[in-house]
């Protein structure tokens, strides 16, 4: 059982606290993806994006791709932290640190963590312009 | 009745933040019961129902006791 903390919070993350929980000495690599609010997409100008998030459900789904990502790579820790409520540009939306022996698989698992995350997990984000918002992915 | 959540979207479409479904139906019929009150869902990428934290399949029965959320397509990250 690989060693895991997961948080979602209504308050800034701070990437340090995160990537300090998957310090260990048998680490040679700790992996960190940072996700940040941009200020446009679709060269549309965006204001602020509001995240909700199905917190109960989210920390299990979260918990599985940890799961997932230490059967697949020798991952020692991974710690993942997500933001919901009112997020400005520059903001943190969500960090997700990975620890193991070698380089590589610190990558690869922390890449496949954000990957699966923005498929799985239930968290909306919705986008929020000068003229109106939209759900981020809710129409095809 | 089973108190069904709504996030994102769904709460929109719904204008509230839980839908009255019956107990002992389907999520199968839950989808299109929600579908042909609120047509609106039929535009979305896709809709889910999660029953007790976990997706569940068409063919899962829901009951009073059981957590229920519908589940629109999701975006964090």
Request: aromatic share 8%; proline share 4%; charged share 25%.
């Amino acid at each position: 059982m690989v060693d895991e903390r997961i948080k979602i919070l209504d308050e800034p993350l701070d990437s340090q606290e995160v990537i300090d929980l998957v310090a260990s000495p048998a680490a040679g690599a700790i992996d960190v993806f940072i996700g940040t609010v941009r200020n446009s997409t679709q060269n549309k100008s965006v204001q602020r994006l509001e995240f909700e998030s199905y917190d109960s459900m989210a920390i299990k789904e979260i918990s599985k791709i940890i799961e997932k990502a230490s059967e697949k790579w020798p991952v020692i820790k991974m710690a993942v932290y997500h933001r919901k409520g009112i997020l400005d540009i520059g903001d943190i939306a969500v960090v997700i640190a990975v620890s193991s022996p070698h380089r590589k698989a610190a990558f690869e698992a922390c890449q496949f963590a954000i990957d699966t995350l923005k498929e799985t997990v239930p968290i909306w984000k919705k986008e929020v312009f000068d003229d109106g918002e939209v759900w981020v992915a809710a129409h095809p | 009745m089973v108190k069904v959540k709504l996030f994102g979207i769904a709460k929109d479409i719904v204008s509230a933040s839980y839908f009255e479904a019956e107990s002992g139906v389907t999520v199968n019929h839950l989808k299109q019961n929600m579908i042909a009150q609120y047509p609106a869902f039929s535009n979305l990428r896709s809709v889910l129902v999660a029953v007790n934290d976990e997706y569940a399949l068409d063919d899962v029965v829901i009951y009073e006791n059981d957590d229920v959320a519908i589940i629109p397509p999701v975006s964090g990250g």
